[in-house]
């Protein structure tokens, strides 16, 4: 068919009407995940094969470090969007911890993912199961510089205890605490930690928690997490609630990425119908209505348009 004058002006007035940001967007960019064994690396496969089903964008699945190397990687590449965890974020917003004398402008947030957990792992026969017996021992905590040692090492200042810090990546970890070379195991993720779900089916082990005191000392060193519950025989062996500390982790962007661009990722993270069998679980948190418990990192505008029309205000940057 051919398009007369006439017809072609009428054409290109009506698209004048319609939002830059609503119209369908192309868009390939690398997703920054982690290493095996961490629990962002199947969320960020399972939110890859969502996007890239349902849109027109192109999401390139990354394994890395962790939240420390995608919030630096995000920051520095407009064509990058990355998995962190909410604490590292504020790290990297205000410019301390790993981050010190480096502030990060540019990191925006696209949608939430899921709560991360903080538990520890002992095997029965050790009879460690607090805190507090955990003083002088080996304790893994997750890669050097992580969010997870910056916590555990959080936890020793405020309650005056020494650890024995290993690092190392969490399948690195899984493996040393089966094989006896370490006496415990701190790790965060989203509930049940899958780590911790292995060893305990593979090994007599007690996973536990913080004590209530505990926890208000974490919350007064570390404003952004929030206290958190595991239920009853969430693992083998658990006969009863495990209290301890949590934080969200969001998904970030930088704050150039067109808002076209965000506004479609955002929008087809959050209407996946299958989000949580792609996740392998962990997507029942990612969900608009937990959008607002971020409130360290401001959402990138093209998010916050989308989040608005499904009833949700967040503030904006």
Same mark, same amino acid.
């Given at each position: ?131 507090? =017996? %955990?003083?002088? #021992? @080996? ?5 050097? &510089?992580?969010? $997870?040692? !910056?916590?555990?090492? *959080? ?60 926890? =208000? %000392?974490?919350? #007064? @060193? ?5 206290? &958190?519950?595991? $239920?009853? !025989?969430?693992?083998? *062996? ?59 990192v401001p959402y990138h505008a093209g998010a ?6 499904? &009833?949700?205000?967040?503030? !904006?940057?």
């Open positions: 068919m051919r398009l007369s004058r006439r017809n072609f002006a009428g054409l290109a007035a009506t698209a004048a009407f319609v939002p830059q940001w609503a119209r369908a967007q192309t868009a390939a960019l690398d997703f920054l995940t982690a290493g095996p064994g961490s629990g962002f690396l199947p969320y960020g496969q399972g939110i890859a094969e969502a996007v890239n089903r349902d849109s027109t964008m192109r999401l390139t699945v990354k394994e890395t470090k962790g939240s420390i190397e995608n919030l630096s990687g995000v920051e520095a590449n407009v064509a990058a969007i990355g998995t962190a965890f909410l604490g590292s974020a504020y790290e990297a917003i205000n410019g301390i911890g790993p981050f010190a004398g480096r502030t990060h402008v540019n990191l925006r947030a696209i949608a939430p993912m899921y709560e991360t957990s903080f538990q520890i792992a002992a095997r029965t026969a050790s009879g460690l199961s607090t805190v507090a =017996a %955990l003083a002088g #021992k @080996r304790v893994g905590v997750g890669p050097a &510089g992580g969010p $997870a040692e !910056a916590f555990f090492k *959080g936890l020793g200042e405020v309650t005056g205890l020494a650890f024995t810090i290993v690092n190392g990546t969490s399948a690195e970890l899984e493996a040393a605490y089966l094989a006896g070379t370490i006496d415990a195991f701190w790790q965060g993720a989203s509930i049940p930690i899958p780590a911790l779900q292995r060893m305990a089916n593979q090994t007599d082990t007690v996973v536990f928690g913080l004590t209530d005191s505990e926890i =208000a %000392l974490m919350l #007064k @060193r570390f404003p952004y997490l929030l206290p &958190g519950e595991v $239920a009853p !025989a969430t693992y083998r *062996g658990q006969s009863s609630a495990i209290r301890s500390v949590a934080a969200w982790n969001i998904i970030v962007a930088h704050k150039a990425l067109e808002v076209a661009t965000a506004y479609a990722l955002t929008r087809a993270i959050l209407t996946a119908p299958d989000i949580v069998a792609l996740t392998k679980g962990a997507g029942v948190g990612t969900k608009a209505a937990h959008a607002p418990l971020n409130t360290v916050a348009r989308y989040l608005a029309e499904a &009833g949700v205000r967040v503030a !904006a940057g």
